[in-house]
Each structure stands twice: as structure tokens, then as C-alpha cells.
């Protein structure tokens, strides 16, 4: 995660008093300290914006099974040929 004021990266920690977690920036003099409950949440709230819902669903979970088995066949094919190698050994 990135800082809003120097684009710099933030280191996560909890806060020992309250036990509440926070980003902090790790620039020295940058005084960036953010609540991380409530970034998460923003965070979670923006990506459902992008989840899949409805009919849609089934179709591109469908899809991306295919694309996945289309993808990774020749893996599949390399690792049927080592155990097959491997029985003959």
C-alpha cells in the first residue's frame, strides 16, 4: 500500500493501547497514520463493485475452468509423462 502524501510504501501495526491496526508511512518525517479497519472496509466495498453476481456466474465460472485446463494441459501432460517414465525405471 502506497502513502497518500509521498507515494511511499506503509508498514502495517497494531496499536498497543487500543489494539486497533494501523498503516503507517515508513518515510522518515511523514506523518501519514491510517485506521486499517476502516481502509479494509473501503477496500472490500470497491471490489465488490467488480464481483460476479447472477447469471453471469455460472457462465464465467464455466469459462475460467476451461481457460485454467487450457492453460496448464501441457503441465498435465509433462507430469502424466514423468510418472509414466518413472514406473519404467
Do not use: H, W
Not at 510504501?9 to 486497533?20: E, F, L, P, Q, V
Not at 466495498?45 to 465460472?61: H, M, Q, R
Request: hydrophobic letters at 25%; aromatic letters at 10%.
Amino acid at each position: 500500500m502506497k502513502c497518500e502524501v509521498c507515494n511511499e510504501s506503509m508498514r502495517g501495526y497494531i496499536a498497543n493501547d487500543t489494539d486497533t491496526p494501523y498503516y503507517k508511512c515508513n518515510t522518515p518525517g511523514c506523518k501519514c497514520n491510517r485506521n486499517a479497519n476502516l481502509l479494509n472496509r473501503q477496500f472490500r466495498e470497491k471490489l465488490n463493485a467488480f464481483a460476479v453476481k447472477g447469471k453471469c456466474y455460472k457462465l464465467i465460472d464455466r469459462y475460467l475452468k476451461y481457460t485454467f485446463k487450457q492453460m496448464n494441459s501441457s503441465l498435465a501432460l509433462k507430469i502424466k509423462r514423468q510418472k509414466e517414465q518413472g514406473l519404467q525405471n
